[in-house]
């Protein structure tokens, strides 16, 4: 995709995934005209997704490698922990993995889906516990955008009226999926070592979008975001229960910037998009205003630059950081907006941990259909808030539990382990005990907050630029107790609620923390390193996504984020982003910008 | 949304077989896309706007690259290593691993020693080790067969009892002889690899009764008799 039909733009965004593609709709809807910058190829979810291709079908059966690490069908092209001519560095004793995805869209093409609000708490952590930063906005400032992503993007779940689990508002959420066997026995036996199991929100359409109620609600008096809006929702199907989400979806029945946010911005007529553009840095006029941004042309390998009266630099947190950094001027000799230093600062990532298990009352389950909508119908919110109130809690923060199992489909891998079950078996021994254990191991993994600290900061690589002579990153991290005395709860809980269901625990359950813990980067839930604050002196945004000292930039993405909830946070970048948006209209329109 | 104005299930084509080829998949696919809309002309709803699946041969998009691979059309993009000596050696191991029974056929039938040497041969780090562990594990078990039954007697040539038993001394490595875990690493690798191959398979997923990727018009509970094995009547 290569346009650039307008002769001026009023605001360019650099990044075509959740932030990037929901300021590009809302603007666009809006009237703006747009020109979007991606790093990566276009790509297309309806004619690229290999929908019902088998392992079988796929280089070694699908295993994953560098160039594709959640295995060969997986969404993400040309990204991964390694992209190709990008490097990245580590301090010494931190191994941080830093996930790119360089496609139209980023990473929402494989993303999870699971679509958590943050609650009340997570907004003010601060104040409950004196840790970290609070806010500078609330739930309720937020809740409205909440509400309209939710409409927009299509999520199912329930309303279970849990403590800091917020609720949608009526009409806003698609229906939960039933839960299935492997979800139904969780439930039952978890509650004996109380732990909650309630629906999951992910972003996937259970019945199609009521396009015609949903776009009016969505942009009352303004008949072209309707029409565009509506014509979107009509072009999507239903989830058919079938293929895995990560793949990307071609009925676009899932939420990917590609198949939701961009066709309808495209539609209005304001939003041109450059793909294959690494945007190296955003310019600045004598009076310290951002003019623009200059991009290397990946197909030329040229510099080019384009200029807009706003810039809104949405490129992923670490990426966003790394773009104002390298944005340095006599006027900004430590990099754009940096004059607080904390560009770069607070970086966060989720605390992970996993166990498995193996529950004999699962073996021989009779043959049923266990694909549902591919990814989990039923999950564990945080639950132990008053415990943690009573100091009974060596960590001050929650994390939520993501589990599944049961019969589904045999990929690489597929019952490499039994050997350790079957004191070795081959032979005809072998193929019945393949049969007998299959559809019976389960996964347990925490998705943890982790709280923002001095030691985890990036900064640019004075050795190093990458293959199109931009400066790279360095990665500097320490996890505090609370982060690995989080995950080594998480790995206990875990196997209790294995042990509850009679079940073996198959994984090492570490007493040190630091080996429970997965490796930062890991989780894919980098955020933080522009946060947002209200003092210009220890933030770099307002709470609008607005650098305090250039009026014309944002940053919507992950990087303004001062806390990290348990809460997966693509549903709230596209939520802050469109409360960004709607206020960059607002001056926009008051000629304040 | 009322009731009433729900769009009907549009009944799709039972298929019992999870292994669709790609054309029947698409076909069903686009009908699911395209099912709302039948329903929809009752209700007076315009149409939905995805008249058909695409079915492009390959993906054009694509630069048939390593990190953006063509996923409509895989290719394997290295070239395979093992000889036609060694393939016979290892067809002869995975069928001790995976034999023929009345439900399937046996591991090599299917070609688990042609995905062992995709394996094998990929420019991978892991890889290449497991290629040092099972072309040194083929030379290892045929000289492990002389010394046991005779010279001039390879693996390959033992009667099924004499291959089990070198096997059952290395099937399992925390009960295999010290001098014997070499062994040992290199069954279990294959048993690994074996398994994946002949499970991923259409007829190794059919023996185990795998049942989805499947288009459906609605997802259901679990059914009774999967709820009764559970204890979760």
């Known amino acids: ?593 | 949304m009322d009731d009433n104005k729900k769009p009907k299930r549009f009944e799709l084509p039972v298929v019992g077989a999870m292994d669709m080829d790609r054309r029947h998949a698409l076909k069903i696919m686009a009908l699911a896309a395209a099912a709302p809309s039948l329903a929809a002309c009752d209700t007076g709803e315009p149409v939905l706007d995805v008249a058909i699946a695409p079915n492009p041969p390959m993906n054009p998009k694509a630069k048939g690259t390593a990190w953006d691979p063509d996923m409509v059309e895989p290719k394997v993009m290295w070239e395979r290593t093992l000889s036609s000596d060694e393939l016979a050696s290892l067809a002869v191991l995975c069928d001790v691993i995976i034999p023929a029974d009345d439900r399937s056929p046996s591991a090599s039938s299917l070609g688990a020693q042609d995905f062992i040497d995709e394996w094998v041969s990929a420019p991978y780090e892991g890889n290449q080790r497991d290629a040092v562990l099972i072309r040194g594990g083929l030379l290892w078990l045929d000289r492990e067969s002389r010394e046991r039954f005779g010279d001039g007697l390879r693996f390959r040539d033992l009667t099924q009892e004499q291959r089990h038993a070198i096997c059952d001394d290395i099937c399992y490595e925390p009960n295999t002889p010290e001098h014997l875990k070499a062994g040992a690493r290199f069954f279990d690798t294959v048993r690994s690899l074996t398994s994946t191959a002949f499970w991923t398979t259409t007829e190794g997923m059919t023996d185990l009764e795998y049942i989805g990727n499947i288009p459906q018009t609605s997802w259901a509970p679990p059914p009774p008799e999967v709820l009764r094995h559970l204890g979760l009547e």
């Open chain 1, 1 to 593: 995709m290569r346009k650039k039909a307008q002769q001026e733009y009023d605001v360019i965004i650099v990044g075509s995934g959740a932030a990037g593609g929901m300021c590009a709709y809302v603007l666009a809807c809006s009237g703006v005209k747009v020109l979007m910058l991606e790093a990566g190829r276009d790509y297309d979810p309806v004619t690229e997704t290999p929908m019902f291709q088998l392992p079988k079908d796929a280089p070694m059966r699908g295993a994953g490698t560098k160039e594709k690490p959640f295995g060969f069908y997986d969404a993400t092209v040309d990204g991964g922990w390694e992209v190709p001519g990008e490097p990245y560095s580590s301090a010494e004793g931190t191994d941080f993995r830093w996930w790119r995805a360089r496609m139209l869209g980023g990473r929402t093409n494989h993303w999870g889906r699971i679509s958590l609000r943050m609650g009340e708490y997570d907004f003010k952590p601060r104040s409950r516990d004196g840790l970290g930063f609070d806010w500078p906005i609330t739930y309720q400032d937020v809740e409205p955008y909440y509400d309209k992503t939710e409409m927009l993007i299509g999520v199912y779940g329930s309303n279970e009226g849990l403590e800091n689990t917020p609720n949608s508002s009526p009409g806003v959420l698609q229906p939960a999926p039933a839960a299935r066997a492997t979800e139904l026995l969780t439930k039952k036996h978890a509650a004996s070592v109380g732990v909650p199991v309630i629906p999951a929100h992910l972003a996937i359409l259970t019945e199609r979008q009521d396009a015609a109620r949903l776009s009016r609600e969505l942009w009352p008096n303004n008949a072209l975001a309707q029409r565009v809006t509506e014509d979107s929702m009509r072009s999507r199907a239903a989830c058919f229960f079938a293929t895995p989400c990560g793949r990307g979806c071609s009925i676009k029945a899932n939420f990917q910037s590609p198949t939701v946010l961009l066709p309808p911005a495209v539609a209005t007529g304001n939003l041109d998009i450059i793909t294959d553009a690494m945007v190296r840095e955003v310019t600045v006029n004598a009076q310290g205003r951002a003019t623009g941004v200059h991009y290397i042309d990946k197909t030329t390998r040229v510099e080019e630059h384009v200029s807009a009266r706003v810039v809104i630099v949405a490129a992923s947190a670490l990426e966003s950081a790394r773009i104002l950094l390298n944005s340095k001027s006599g006027l900004f000799p430590d990099g754009l907006g940096n004059g607080s230093g904390a560009v770069g600062k607070y970086i966060m990532d989720t605390v992970g941990a996993g166990v498995g298990g193996q529950i004999p009352a699962m073996e021989n389950t009779p043959a049923h259909n266990t694909d549902g909508a591919s990814a989990m119908h039923m999950y564990t919110p945080w639950w132990l808030y008053q415990e943690q109130a009573r100091g009974q809690l060596d960590f001050a923060r929650g994390y939520h539990i993501e589990f599944g199992g049961g019969r589904r489909q045999p990929g690489f891998g597929f019952m490499g382990g039994l050997s350790s079950f079957t004191d070795g078996a081959y032979g005809a021994r072998f193929k019945e005990e393949c049969r007998r254990y299959y559809g019976s191991f389960m996964w347990f993994d925490g998705r943890g907050e982790m709280i923002p600290n001095e030691d985890c900061y990036a900064e640019i690589d004075a050795q190093g630029v990458d293959q199109w002579g931009i400066p790279t990153l360095k990665f500097h991290w320490k996890w505090s107790d609370h982060e690995l005395n989080q995950a080594r709860h998480m790995q206990k809980t875990f196997a209790s609620v294995i042990e509850s269901m009679g079940g073996n625990v198959t994984s090492t359950v570490h007493e040190d923390g630091a080996r429970a813990i997965a490796a930062p980067g890991v989780i894919i839930h980098e955020v933080g390193g522009v946060i947002m604050g209200e003092d210009p002196g220890r933030s770099v945004l307002n709470e609008y996504c607005q650098s305090w000292e250039v009026d014309n930039l944002f940053v919507t993405d992950g990087g303004c984020f001062v806390s990290n909830a348990d809460k997966n946070p693509t549903l709230s970048i596209m939520a802050i982003a469109w409360r960004a948006s709607d206020y960059i209209v607002e001056q926009l329109a008051s000629r304040s910008l």
